[in-house]
């Protein structure tokens, strides 16, 4: 079973402060994905990453920024935590075959900003 | 650019109930229409998927036509059970893409309750 792991189930920070989310996942996916879930509004692509080092924006990267040094991990960053992004983070991946490919969710961070 | 509709709810059923929770998308090309389903406390795993226009999806007893014509995707149960009580997400691949990496456009989710 294809298993994704994120760092912390909650975290609460305080405004203006960095704030590093870490997702690792063991199955040798290539891309991986940060989406943030909010009520009302679904699920919204922040990041995603195809390969090593390699990064795209999504819908709502404002205020965010991400790192992938290894295959296995990819890492949200809030270079300024501010309130708005109080939320639950997922991150996700996938094999690498296309369109069609089946994403594997973590259990997701919910981040508390105050 | 994309989107996806659906019935946010909550839609409260009995159990042995016909469910339909319906969906409608706007895309570009020929996305792949997914239903992704969060139970309480988890995080969400796919429950089915469809590639091109016609096909159909199912899993543990729900099934979803993906319709051209009608850019729908309506999901359907004969007979829910109280374990299916989740909320469920339609998903379209696109538009955003690189690498041969496709991000999900998500819809709001519709929480089912299910009452024994």
């Known amino acids: 079973d294809v298993k994704v792991t994120q760092s912390s189930r909650y975290l609460v920070k305080r405004t203006g402060e960095k704030v590093f989310l870490e997702c690792v996942q063991d199955?040798?996916?290539?891309?991986m994905f940060w989406y943030r879930q909010d009520p009302g509004l679904g699920l919204r692509l922040i990041y995603f990453?195809?390969?090593?080092?390699?990064?795209e924006k999504g819908d709502i990267p404002e205020g965010y920024s991400v790192s992938r040094e290894k295959k296995e991990r990819f890492s949200l960053i809030l270079e300024s935590a501010s309130t708005n992004q109080t939320s639950m983070y997922l991150c996700?991946?996938?094999?690498?075959?296309?369109?069609?490919?089946?994403?594997?969710f973590g259990p997701g961070t919910r981040l508390t900003v105050l | 650019g994309n989107s996806v509709t659906q019935m946010e709810g909550p839609v409260t059923l009995s159990e042995e109930a016909f469910l339909t929770i319906n969906c409608t998308y706007t895309?570009?090309?020929?996305?792949?229409l997914f239903w992704y389903v969060q139970y309480p406390g988890e995080g969400l795993q796919l429950l089915l998927k469809?590639?091109?226009?016609?096909d159909k999806g199912s899993n543990k007893g729900f099934e979803a036509t993906y319709r051209k014509e009608t850019t729908s995707f309506h999901l359907e149960k004969g007979s829910v059970q109280v374990s299916d009580s989740a909320v469920y997400f339609c998903?379209?691949?696109?538009?955003?893409?690189?690498?041969?990496?496709?991000?999900?456009?998500f819809g709001k989710g519709t929480h089912l309750i299910i009452q024994p």
């Open positions: 469809a590639t091109k226009a016609d």
């Open positions: 998903a379209l691949s696109g538009p955003y893409s690189g690498g041969g990496a496709d991000g999900l456009t």
């Open positions: 199955m040798d996916h290539e891309n």
């Open positions: 990453s195809y390969d090593v080092k390699m990064k």
């Open positions: 895309a570009t090309g020929y996305p792949s």
């Open positions: 996700a991946s996938t094999l690498g075959t296309g369109g069609a490919d089946t994403q594997y």
